[in-house]
């Protein structure tokens, strides 16, 4: 038999609805279920652990504030991701100044590169990927896609585009490198990429 002294607990819709009406101890549960994976994503890319505190906190501050204008049938998981993409671009324009702390982001970046480059597979940064193929040239672009994409071998990607396995090869060397560059140069872009693993993995 229940103990009706215990309350069974909520599950998200649930917690959901009291948040917008206000209750603190939903907006705590939430905090509590989502902000642990978070908070170790985040500090995994700035390598700082009051940074990483920081932008929790802030995050979480605004999922209050904002409480009331969140639609009951919005995927939590998936607004929280889009609130935590707008900080991390407030918070990279806010750095731009501090040439010390950008290059020590740019040093984490690279060194978690193939994270980033995983994230980059994903549907939801199809349009960061576009931005960053628009700097290459159309040969380099057309070999990326095929290969990395698509999952064409050098081979296959020789054949349609009428040049040897070799060049491409060389072409997806260097459109892989001008990705890197772009990507490591663009770190509001990165973070969001981090933010992104973290919000594909809890799906």
């Given amino acids: 038999m229940t103990n009706p002294a215990i309350s069974p607990p909520l599950n998200e819709s649930d917690l959901l609805l ?3 009406a206000g209750d603190t101890r939903a ?4 905090y509590h279920l989502y ?3 978070l908070y170790l994503n985040i500090l995994k ?3 700082d652990e009051l940074t990483a505190e920081e932008l929790i906190q802030e995050l979480f501050t605004k999922i209050w504030q904002k409480r009331e204008v969140m639609g009951i049938e919005t995927d939590f998981l998936s607004y929280l991701y889009r609130v935590a993409q707008n900080l991390v671009h407030d918070f990279f324009r806010k750095l731009q100044q501090d040439r010390k702390m950008m290059e020590h982001f740019k ?8 994270q980033i480059e995983t994230a980059l597979n994903y549907k939801e940064s199809e349009h960061l990927l576009n931005t960053a193929l628009d700097k290459l040239s159309p040969q ?3 070999v990326y896609v095929f ?3 698509e999952g064409y071998t050098y081979k296959q990607t020789a054949e349609k585009m009428g040049i040897s396995p070799h060049t491409v090869k060389e072409y997806l060397s260097k459109a892989n490198n001008a990705v890197k560059i772009y990507l490591i140069s ?3 872009i990165t973070f969001g990429l981090f933010l992104l693993l973290f919000y594909k993995n809890k799906s």
């Fill in 35 to 37: 902000s642990p994976r």
């Fill in 140 to 142: 380099q672009r057309s």
């Fill in 45 to 47: 890319m700035v390598k």
């Fill in 147 to 149: 290969c990395k994409v």
């Fill in 107 to 114: 040093s984490i970046a690279t060194e978690n590169y193939e």
């Fill in 18 to 20: 009291k948040l917008q």
């Fill in 186 to 188: 663009n770190l509001e």
């Fill in 27 to 30: 907006f705590e549960q939430l």
